[in-house]
């Protein structure tokens, strides 16, 4: 569990489950480490990717809990920029709110257009962004391959359950796990709530741990499925 100064994590889940599209051969039977490398190359094949993720955060502050959650649905191409997100957040079991964007780039020129639904009307806004570095964090082909390349001690830790995946579970500590709350949004969005989290040269010598699961279909040696608690 993270201590913050303002308040604490008491849960972090991260889910996603990508579709993508890569055609492989298989492999003999192989080793975590092997797995693990040949997940790494089967990402770099990865042109677009679309994908769900739930985020589940707890955070106690000032003998008070808040709960919160965040579902978003992606499509997202890597040359030329294009992403297209759906997102919603609640607090505390009330509706959320669904917040809807496209990113597109052209001519050089990144436009983002952005609607809220409230309910009964949604409003759209449209704007030019000189810098798209804040809509990173939605590359997942990025963020799988630094999971991947962050986390200690993969081990396998589930025998085939039929569906062509294997589990292998891992610990991502210290600096990696600075980079991590970095490279997901984690650390900017609850900082815009008013929760900070410990500075990054804090973070090295810290006892905290992220456990990541990562599910590789293993015909393909791609990552299919990823959690972080």
Aim: hydrophobic share 35%; proline share 2%.
């Amino acid at each position: 569990m993270m201590q913050t100064t303002t308040g604490r994590i008491g849960l972090l889940r991260i889910f996603a489950a990508m579709s993508l599209c890569l055609a492989l051969g298989g492999c003999a039977k192989e080793d975590a480490s092997q797995t693990i490398a040949r997940a790494r190359e089967a990402l770099q094949g990865i042109s677009s990717m679309s994908y769900d993720m739930t985020v589940d955060i707890s955070l106690e502050s000032q003998g008070e809990t808040l709960y919160m959650t965040t579902t978003a649905a992606a499509d997202y191409i890597l040359q030329p920029l294009q992403m297209k997100l759906k997102m919603t957040t609640s607090m505390n079991g009330t509706d959320g709110i669904t917040a809807t964007s496209y990113l597109k780039e052209e001519n050089g020129v990144n436009t983002l257009y952005t609607g809220l639904d409230l309910g009964s009307q949604v409003f759209w806004q449209a704007s030019e962004m000189e810098n798209t570095d804040s809509y990173t964090h939605y590359n997942a082909r990025d963020n799988l391959e630094l999971y991947l390349s962050s986390a200690q001690s993969f081990v396998p830790a589930e025998e085939d359950s039929g569906d062509g995946t294997l589990r292998y579970d891992g610990l991502i500590a210290g600096e990696a796990l600075d980079q991590i709350l970095d490279a997901s949004g984690i650390r900017t969005h609850l900082e815009d709530m008013g929760f900070s989290l410990p500075a990054k040269k804090d973070l090295t010598d810290r006892p905290d741990r992220l456990r990541i699961s990562m599910w590789i279909e293993t015909a393909t040696g791609m990552p299919v499925i990823y959690e972080m608690d």
